[in-house]
């Protein structure tokens, strides 16, 4: 584990939604883990691997999946995003961050339950980065006012629309390595 690294945290259920909307099916789990380690914020090394939340089911060691994310570098958490068990086990990791390891935060969800808990580590010195891909769903925005109003200046961020094609899982690719 590296001193001031990166904290990653992805909100699967959201980053599907998200990429759905813009026409991608599937996610490439090595792309992810290549955009989050080198092209969103200043910090390169992770504090810990970063994390996806998958629906129940798809993160087991029985599923393809979770497997291909694991296998890439992600610590993968089977979450019910029913019962909201995927963004409370989102937030206990942002509560748990401690500014002697983790310099930075990255959050890739349109959810703006993280807000609080984000605020709080801002507060003591983490810059927090705000990944999202600004869509509509249903012709209403994914991003609510309340998190476009914090993506105005207390948050960094990033956004994934120009980065969308580049996380598609195209099945010709993969045979070709």
Request: hydrophobic share 40%; glycine share 8%.
């Amino acid at each position: 584990m590296q001193l001031g690294g990166k904290l990653c945290l992805v909100d699967g259920a959201s980053l599907e939604h998200m990429v759905r909307e813009e026409g991608v099916k599937f996610i490439c789990a090595r792309a992810l883990f290549v955009l989050l380690r080198d092209k969103i914020g200043k910090v390169r090394g992770f504090s810990q691997p970063p994390i996806i939340t998958l629906k129940p089911g798809l993160a087991s060691p029985d599923h393809t999946i979770g497997n291909v994310f694991r296998r890439v570098g992600f610590e993968v958490a089977d979450m019910d995003r029913y019962n909201e068990a995927d963004d409370y086990y989102i937030e206990v990791k942002i509560c748990g961050a401690k500014p002697a390891a983790v310099q930075e935060i990255v959050v890739v969800s349109s959810d703006h339950r993280y807000i609080e808990p984000l605020r709080k580590k801002l507060a003591q010195g983490i810059k927090v980065i705000w990944a999202a891909a600004d869509v509509y769903q249903g012709g209403h925005p994914m991003i609510g006012h309340e998190l476009r109003e914090c993506l105005k200046g207390e948050f960094q961020f990033f956004d994934l629309i120009p980065q969308i094609r580049r996380l598609e899982f195209r099945l010709q690719e993969s045979r070709r390595r």
